[in-house]
Every structure is written in structure tokens, then in C-alpha cells.
């Protein structure tokens, strides 16, 4: 908006200077970071896509769904946290978001997967998700810890490089903090209600595919 303000402004007292003098705008970095931005919610979008299609195709589309919901949740609970860590939108945050989005929701695809092996074991969707979640709880939680200590040590990077640098631990470490109480709390919650499936009515050529799919 500022370097919107700014073009529109020189726009409005170019005609008003004397002959020979012009305004120009030097180092927009307003252009670098919208096209940062685009960069981040284009990634987020296409994983969030790619995520759905391929759970969708080997597992059902409602794990589908909540699991690449994870995404968005992770992203606003970091975003929400920003303003308390001192950590504005800039370059470097939106290279953090970009960074995390590879794995913010490698968690939920696995504790959503054992999930669904459960529920199909014994059809109970509230028991599949207990024991499911609970099965894999902490190979899951120390995996996603183990990235955070592999971040953590970049807020303590000291001088110039370490104001800078101290950005990508703030924004990553919230996003995969959020994703892990998505998927171990939340998701397995949301699973706990699905039924088994059924192969009759309008949805039953798309189920009857889906299996074949995932049985091959």
C-alpha cells in the first residue's frame, strides 16, 4: 500500500515540476516482497492441493480433507503469534513460511494414515482414532521436536546476521508447534466421527475407484 501511495503520488506532482526535473522511485523492495508473497500462498496452495489429491486417491477424502487443513492452521497460528515474537512480514519470514511448508504436515499424514488403518481393523471411528494417535504419538512428537532443535540454534546467531537470521526459527518452530497439536489433537477429534464407508448411492463409483487405486 505504501509503495502503491508513493507511484501514485509521483504520478500527481510530475506535471507540477519545473522542466528537466523528474520523480522517479528508487529500491522499491515493496515489489520484492509482494512477489515473495505470491511465491508463499501459490507454494501453500499447490500443497495444499497435491496433498488432498494424493490422500484422497490411497485413503478417503475426508482424511484428505482435514489432514490438508493442517496447512492453513499451522500458517494462522504462527501468523497470530507474530506480533508477540516481534517478527513483522518481511523477506525473510515469508522465506521461513515457504521453508516450513515441505513439512508442517508430514505429522498429520502419518498419524492420519494409522488412523485409518485402525478404523478399518475394527470399524469403531473413536477407537481407531485413540489407538491410531496413540500407536505412533511419540516417534511423531520427536520427530517434529527434532526439527525444532534443529532450527532453535539460529535465534542465538549473534550481530547483524543474528537479527536477521532469528526471523526463520520464529516463524518455522510456531508452525510445526501448531501442526503437532493439529494432528494430535485435532485431527484425530475430527476422525473420530467418520463411518465406513459405504460403496452404494452417488459416491460408490468414486469410492469403488478410490479402492482400486489404493489396493494396486
Known sequence: ???AAVSEYIE???PALPEGISLTVWQDSAEILKAR???MLRNGLTGFVLVFILLAL????RIAFWVSIGIPISFLGALMLMPFLDVSINV??????????????DDAIIIGENIYRHQEEHGDGLRGSIEGGQEIAKPVIFAVLTSVAAFAPLMFVPGIMGKIFRVI???????????LIE???ILPSHLSHMEPQKFDGPMGKLLRAQQTIADS
Do not use: D, K, T, Y
Not at 58 to 61: Q, R
Not at 92 to 105: D, E, N, Q
Open 12 to 14: 500527481r506532482a510530475q
Open 169 to 179: 526459527p520464529l516463524i518455522v518452530i510456531p508452525c510445526l508447534l501448531f501442526s
Open 92 to 105: 525473510m519470514s515469508l522465506f521461513a513460511f515457504i521453508l516450513v511448508l515441505g513439512i508442517v504436515v
Open 58 to 61: 490411497f485413503l478417503e477424502l
Open 37 to 39: 508473497l505470491s511465491l
Open 183 to 185: 494432528s494430535m489433537l
Open 1 to 3: 500500500e505504501i509503495g
